[in-house]
Nanobody
């Protein structure tokens, strides 16, 4: 079982930046592919990072503006730049025991953190 806790959401003006964090516990972190989604399971895929941190993948709407990375301990980050009102939503961290870059069917989910971008 993996427990995930997100933080870093908030209210920001269009064009601004936010950095989300997600801390994992209960499983060997290095064996997990990690992802970010907007609006949760079945929602919009935002970004994924491989277990090694070498490979990343982004949703079309955030490519070039968002960056996903992870540390060696237990945290994955989502740096969100040039934010737009359409980026507004609840952002969820997710984990999957996978050596690829999955965009669906994650096994564990956090509770989400609200991001609101005002125009």
């Amino acid at each position: 079982q993996v427990q995930l806790r997100e933080s870093g959401g908030g209210l920001v003006q269009a064009g601004g930046s936010l950095r989300l964090s997600c801390t994992a516990s209960g499983h060997t972190f290095r064996n997990l592919a990690m992802g970010w989604f907007r609006q949760g399971p079945g929602g919009t895929f935002v970004a994924a990072i491989s277990w090694s941190g070498v490979a990343t993948r982004y949703g079309e709407s955030v490519e070039g503006r968002f960056t996903i990375d992870r540390d060696a301990e237990n945290t994955v980050y989502l740096q969100m730049n040039s934010l737009k009102p359409e980026d507004t939503g609840v952002y969820y961290c997710a984990a999957k025991q996978d050596y690829g870059l999955p965009t669906v069917n994650y096994d564990w989910w956090g509770q989400g953190t609200q991001v609101t971008v005002s125009s």
